[in-house]
T-cell receptor
Framework: DAKTTQPNSMESNEEEPVHLPCNHS???????IHWYRQLPSQGPEYVIH???SNVNNRMASLAIAEDRKSSTLILHRATLRDAAVYYC?????????????FGQGTTLQVKP | DTEVTQTPKHLVMGMTNKKSLKCEQH?????MYWYKQKAKKPPELMFV???????INESVPSRFSPECPNSSLLNLHLHALQPEDSALYLC???????????FGDGTRLSIL
């Protein structure tokens, strides 16, 4: 399984944008990039996923490098509720196993 | 509010007890998952069910026995657990394997 590398922790101020990086230099052509987050005392929550093109949804944006070896999750205006552990995960829909291999993730702190 | 419901929320049991964890979803999802999460660590996949059949067992000890009696329900039967099995047990479901997963908030298990 391809591996991802994320910073252990990041800080942001409330109402400012947050850019969470993820490196995945061994990504394969069929691997999608998934982002989940886990708020304190809750189960993980799906945020966004993408393959090659940048993706937007109501929660966040995903910017994928042209060579696909890195990606960035963008929270446009951080709120206190966005304080969580953010996981970047690679998964292949073609293999269709359903396996999600969580790395250590990035702990995001949001300051008021 | 989570759409995947796990019961009980907390469970304390002795090493000789037999207990079961329950997970329910009514989203029509056909894939269901069990994960184990130790404190301050990422979730680790244990089992994957697809269309009520076990498709992945991540070399989990036999003292954990999963069961999927129907498409909405997933159980995890516990017997002769060890103190190191104390953890948060998370259930998830997805439309199909490889699709975004929806997690419950987990059962926090303590083994005395």
């Amino acid at each position: 399984d391809a591996k991802t590398t994320q910073p252990n922790s990041m800080e942001s101020n409330e109402e400012e944008p947050v850019h969470l990086p993820c490196n995945h230099s061994t990504i394969s052509g069929t691997d999608y990039i998934h982002w989940y987050r886990q708020l304190p005392s809750q189960g993980p929550e799906y945020v966004i996923h993408g393959l090659t093109s940048n993706v937007n949804n109501r929660m966040a944006s995903l910017a994928i490098a042209e060579d696909r070896k890195s990606s960035t999750l963008i929270l446009h205006r951080a709120t206190l509720r966005d304080a969580a552990v953010y996981y970047c995960i690679l998964g292949s829909f073609s293999s269709n196993t359903g396996k999600l291999i969580f790395g250590q993730g990035t702990t995001l702190q949001v300051k008021p | 509010d989570t759409e995947v419901t796990q019961t009980p929320k907390h469970l304390v049991m002795g090493m000789t007890n037999k207990k079961s964890l329950k997970c329910e979803q009514h989203m029509g999802h056909r894939a269901m998952y069990w994960y184990k999460q130790k404190a301050k660590k990422p979730p680790e996949l244990m089992f994957v069910y697809s269309y009520e059949k076990l498709s992945i067992n991540e070399s989990v000890p036999s003292r954990f026995s999963p069961e999927c009696p129907n498409s909405s329900l997933l159980n995890l039967h516990l017997h002769a657990l060890q103190p190191e099995d104390s953890a948060l047990y998370l259930c998830a479901s997805s439309q199909d394997r490889g699709r975004p997963q929806h997690f419950g908030d987990g059962t926090r298990l303590s083994i005395l």
